[in-house]
């Protein structure tokens, strides 16, 4: 026999989550819509209910303020290269970490991850300070009036953007744990065929480990494109600067906020098709850790 009480608590647990969702999407939902609206239409006295009225706004004249009113489309090709970069590099630097702490057998390693871990308590703000101060001394070569040159600085750079923050304790734990779900008996038949380490690394190790990946790559893809006090102290460059920066330097430059939500609104949609193009793995990974 159905236990009424049981389907009624599972509906009411559904609509409660659905309810809780809607809480958190209608932020953006207000950013989409009032980038077709007008400063004013945005604070009328009728609050959400002027907003949503779609019938009325300025249709894609804010879009074209934006692009009209600042280099976006530089900002935008910056962002992408910066975090596409940061992406692959920090998926490859991280998983190796960790395959290598916990295949390998070298001395010291289990103080190396006690250490890791307590990196994670670390905020990036205690440490940006010297961060600038290493990277507007290292050395880097540049190609300037024809020829290549030596020059001892990163400052306004891309890659300054990208480089400081690639080794991440946190995604490195990630993956060491991960890795150890993994049963070492394809590795050892493999390294008995003759097998190269970078073989079995790169066609046993990581294709089974997908969830994790897609679940570094979302993270690394979220900093990366939401970075702003990096870039703020390294790149003060137009040509160099990234989304972020941008937006604030529009805000400070106008007060026109449909322009200031049509520029969130083209900065937040790629965030979401990432997401929504990779949620199955992070979720997969999510179940993984539960498991485990």
Not at 64 to 93: D, G, H, M, R
Not at 94 to 115: D, E, H, T
Request: net charge positive; glycine share 4%; proline share 5%.
């Amino acid at each position: 026999m159905i236990n009424k009480s049981l389907i009624v608590s599972k509906y009411i647990r559904r609509m409660l989550l659905v309810a809780l969702g809607g809480l958190f999407v209608l932020p953006i939902v207000f950013v989409f819509v009032a980038s077709f609206k007008n400063e004013s239409q945005i604070f009328s006295e009728a609050g959400l209910l002027s907003i949503f009225n779609l019938t009325e706004g300025v249709g894609l004249a804010n879009y074209k303020n934006v692009i009209e009113q600042t280099p976006f489309l530089t900002y935008l090709t910056n962002s992408f290269i910066i975090t596409s970069l940061s992406v692959a590099l920090s998926t490859l630097v991280n998983s190796m970490a960790a395959y290598s702490l916990l295949r390998f057998p070298w001395v010291g390693k289990q103080c190396l991850l006690i250490l890791l871990l307590a990196l994670l308590i670390v905020p990036f703000e205690a440490v940006v300070l010297p961060l600038v101060f290493i990277v507007t001394q290292l050395p880097w070569v540049e190609y300037q009036n024809g020829s290549w040159s030596l020059i001892y600085s990163w400052f306004n750079s891309l890659h300054v953007q990208i480089i400081p923050e690639l080794a991440n304790p946190f995604f490195i734990f990630l993956f060491y744990q991960y890795f150890k779900s993994i049963p070492k008996d394809y590795e050892e038949a493999a390294l008995i065929d003759g097998a190269s380490i970078w073989k079995i690394f790169f066609t046993i190790v990581m294709p089974q480990a997908k969830p994790v990946i897609a679940t570094v790559a979302i993270l690394t893809f979220l900093r990366s494109w939401n970075a702003y006090l990096l870039p703020v102290l390294v790149a003060n460059a137009q040509d160099v600067r990234p989304l972020m920066p941008g937006m604030q330097q529009f805000f400070s430059h106008s007060v026109d906020w449909g322009a200031v939500m049509a520029y969130a609104s083209m900065t937040t949609l790629p965030v979401l098709i990432v997401f929504f193009a990779l949620h199955k793995y992070l979720v997969d990974a999510m179940k993984t850790g539960i498991k485990r």
